[in-house]
């Protein structure tokens, strides 16, 4: 078979060949002069005339000033012609305004100023509770009065003055010094065992917890417990034998074993719990019974006549910890008891039945130091918690199921640190001590009746009521020192339940730090500071007998204090 002929191309192929061939060329071209450059060496930086990196100063930014200008506003609106003599004079004075309120407040103030007139951020300023002031005058200063007879000479309210004078005429019990024993020594003169020379009152092994007297007004005795479940009793009519140094002696006669012969308080104790004696209370109708709440999760009941301790409440397990912080005995229904937990619970039960009828309603989620019925009214309770709040329940109004069933809550009021105690009393006020270093006295008693001894206020309340802020707000606070550390029993205020002198005058007592106890009246009013020269340690547990002006205060070491 023939070959074909070429065929011969067209004027426009060639033209197009043409092209292709010298792009090509071209791009070669191209690549040989890039691979040139790129291998050619480098020029030589040039040397800097003064030897160091020059940095080429930024110029500065200018500020520029803004200049406060009034807001734009709508003559049309405000009632002005537009462009008018009055419209441009109300903006000249305007402008004028504006400059002299930003002058103001750039001007330094040279005058006194007042915390509560600066606050920029925070809760609202309050004098009566300067945390400021803990920082200074945190701190115990032992045996630094606050108050003595200077303060009770200038009371011009004759009333007020009396008390002041009965209640600071209380002197330290003479019978046993709360302080250990002392010789009076010389190396010249013959040795003196004095009067004074004494063993001391130590009630308790360990640091007392709870405090108070039996409710007979013929003799004062007094019961407290400590930290390790002690119960102690000490008669204070008892008296002090004669010991041989009451008359001199010389220091070749001095028997080593003097102590023995030195006179000691006669004082009882038993083993009622294995854990701390948190409360205590007599029962209002029968007073050989005194009821005993510990933190070993049990309640029990002391029959002095009987001579027997019996328990009433406790877990329905032994392994269950359960610690009681408190216990009321209702004065209406003595075998009704009432007691707190520091898991924030409150629980209500009766000796009559089995423990497994208890009812729990928790008030708090966390620990209730301390609570108290109104004595009067004891449907009305009022709890102190570790969560700041002091709260009002009414046991009359109970809503809710199983776990959830709680009092009506009838108010509240937050402190700025923890709540220690709540304390009613007859007039229907409640005392509490925080840490704020504050104590404050809530008053709901009738507000039109000067009585506060009056059956009207709560007494009158429905079942449901409640109260605002405003109403739950302390008519009386007191700066008080409630920084007890570690080794010191937490300050509870206290009332006088039922005083025969001035009943008609509230009034509270409250361990101080500087080693004394503090009373004070429902308005807020000093009316003693009870101390001694013996007292070497803080009073900090202090309880009123019910009806005597007798007072007492238990210290860390289980010492007594008495005030008659």
């Not at 009067?195 to 013929?218: C, M, V, W």
């Not at 216990?327 to 423990?355: C, K, M, Q």
Request: glycine content about 6%; aromatic content about 8%; some cysteine.
């Amino acid at each position: 078979m023939a070959r074909k002929e070429a065929v011969e191309l067209s004027e426009y192929e060639k033209q197009r060949q043409a092209n292709i061939a010298e792009r090509d060329a071209l791009l070669k071209q191209l690549a040989l002069d890039a691979a040139a450059v790129s291998f050619a060496p480098k020029a030589a930086s040039r040397p800097s005339t003064n030897g160091s990196k020059t940095h080429k100063k930024k110029t500065p930014i200018k500020k520029i000033k803004e200049e406060i200008v009034p807001r734009r506003t709508s003559s049309r609106l405000a009632g002005l012609t537009a462009d008018s003599e009055v419209a441009k004079r109300k903006a000249d004075d305007e402008y004028v305004a504006v400059q002299e309120a930003a002058q103001a407040k750039r001007q330094r103030v040279s005058g006194p100023l007042d915390l509560s007139d600066i606050v920029v951020a925070g809760k609202q300023w309050n004098r009566s509770e300067n945390f400021l002031v803990d920082m200074v005058s945190r701190g115990a200063k032992p045996y630094e009065r606050t108050f003595g007879e200077a303060e009770v000479k200038q009371t011009s309210d004759k009333e007020l003055r009396a008390l002041r004078e009965k209640m600071s005429g209380l002197q330290l019990y003479e019978g046993f010094e709360p302080n250990s024993k002392s010789i009076v020594k010389s190396s010249t003169q013959p040795i003196f065992i004095l009067n004074s020379f004494q063993s001391g009152i130590k009630i308790t092994p360990e640091r007392i917890y709870s405090l108070a007297f039996h409710p007979s007004p013929d003799k004062p005795l007094i019961f407290a417990g400590d930290k390790l479940g002690n119960l102690g009793v000490f008669d204070a009519s008892q008296t002090t034998n004669p010991i041989k140094g009451t008359q001199p002696i010389k220091a070749e006669d001095l028997d080593s074993d003097l102590d023995d012969d030195l006179p000691t308080p006669n004082i009882t104790s038993f083993h009622l719990h294995t854990r701390t004696i948190s409360s205590f209370q007599f029962s209002p109708l029968n007073p050989s019974h005194l009821y005993t709440s510990s933190y070993d999760s049990s309640l029990r009941l002391l029959d002095l006549t009987a001579s027997t301790s019996t328990e009433i409440y406790g877990p329905s397990s032994p392994s269950d910890d359960e610690p009681l912080s408190g216990i009321e005995v209702d004065p209406t229904s003595p075998h009704i008891l009432y007691f707190s937990r520091l898991d924030g619970f409150v629980g209500r039960t009766d000796t009559r039945s089995a423990p497994s009828s208890t009812e729990l309603w928790q008030l708090s989620e966390k620990k209730i130091g301390g609570f108290s019925l109104h004595p009067r009214h004891p449907h009305f309770l009022a709890t102190a918690s570790l969560d700041r709040f002091m709260k009002v329940w009414d046991l009359r109004k109970i809503s809710g199921k199983d776990e959830w069933r709680v009092p009506a809550l009838v108010g509240e009021h937050e402190s700025r640190l923890s709540v220690s105690h709540a304390a009613f009393n007859s007039a229907g006020q409640v005392a509490t001590a925080s840490y704020d270093d504050t104590i404050k006295i809530h008053s709901f008693h009738d507000t039109h009746s000067n009585n506060h001894n009056s059956t009207k206020g709560m007494g009158a309340w429905e079942a449901g009521k409640t109260l605002g802020a405003k109403e739950m707000a302390p008519s009386t606070t007191i700066r008080h020192n409630n920084q007890t550390g570690r080794w010191v029993t937490i300050l509870r205020p206290q009332w006088h339940l039922a005083p025969h002198s001035f009943p008609t005058t509230q009034r509270l007592c409250i361990g101080n730090m500087n080693r004394f106890v503090d009373i004070y009246t429902s308005k807020g009013e000093q009316v003693a500071q009870l101390g001694g020269e013996g007292i070497t340690a803080v009073p900090a547990v202090a309880q009123f007998h019910p009806e005597r002006d007798w007072v007492a205060g238990g210290t860390a070491s289980g010492k007594l204090c008495l005030w008659m």
